[in-house]
């Protein structure tokens, strides 16, 4: 049987909506994504954090939840701490996207049956919500982080253009005017629907 790890990589969060504290807004976003990830049914859930982001990944970690110490946020230290612990995939997931459906990570991990690595968009923002690929990550895969990744760089390093294929996208909330995609007819993002005054 084929263990999967989906991980939610801490990234930065440049900004909040006005009256919201940074840190408390950054929080909500990750624990969403978390909460989300603690339910897949064909994945186990881990978060990856940079030694500065260690007591927030203790905050909002499920009992039991591995969380991995990496330098810096960029996925090929995630993948590497992932295949040490014995995983035969990996996804490593943004966590400012609180309302992304499994739908969209299922979708991300299918490929890899075939493909060497899938990328997920992140929608009109740019960069990626979310890379995967089998472990040990391939030799020409490049570490980049989600936030000026796309899969045209990806794409660059990698033996054949096919082996990177692209999967849905799904924007991130890393910008003020991806408020307004927020889709309230959606279950899940509690802590992010509370602190937006519901």
Do not use: C
Not at 62 to 84: D, K, N
Not at 104 to 119: H, N
Not at 138 to 146: E, G, M, V
Not at 160 to 174: E, F, H, I, K, N
């Amino acid at each position: 049987m084929t263990r999967r790890v989906v991980v939610a990589m801490l990234v930065p969060v440049p900004w909040s909506p006005p009256g919201v504290e940074l840190t408390a807004w950054r929080a909500a976003l990750a624990e969403d994504v978390v909460d989300l990830l603690a339910r897949l049914a064909q994945a186990e859930a881990a978060i990856a954090a940079t030694p500065e982001d260690r007591a927030l990944a203790e905050e909002i970690a499920w009992p039991g939840m591995r969380i991995y110490e990496i330098p810096q946020a960029t996925v090929l230290p995630v993948f590497a701490a992932a295949s040490a612990d014995g995983f035969d995939q990996a996804a490593v997931i943004a966590a400012d996207a609180p309302d992304v459906p499994g739908m969209i990570l299922g979708k991300l991990l299918r490929p890899l049956e075939s493909k060497a690595v899938a990328v997920a968009p992140g929608g009109p923002s740019g960069g990626l919500l979310g890379v995967a690929t089998g472990l040990p990550a391939p030799d020409w895969l490049a570490d980049h982080d989600l936030d000026t990744g796309s899969a045209q760089k990806l794409r660059k390093t990698a033996p054949a253009p096919g082996d990177v294929t692209s999967t849905p996208p799904w924007r991130r909330l890393r910008a003020p005017g991806d408020l307004a995609t927020l889709d309230v007819a959606l279950e899940g993002w509690d802590n992010t629907r509370a602190i937006l005054g519901g």
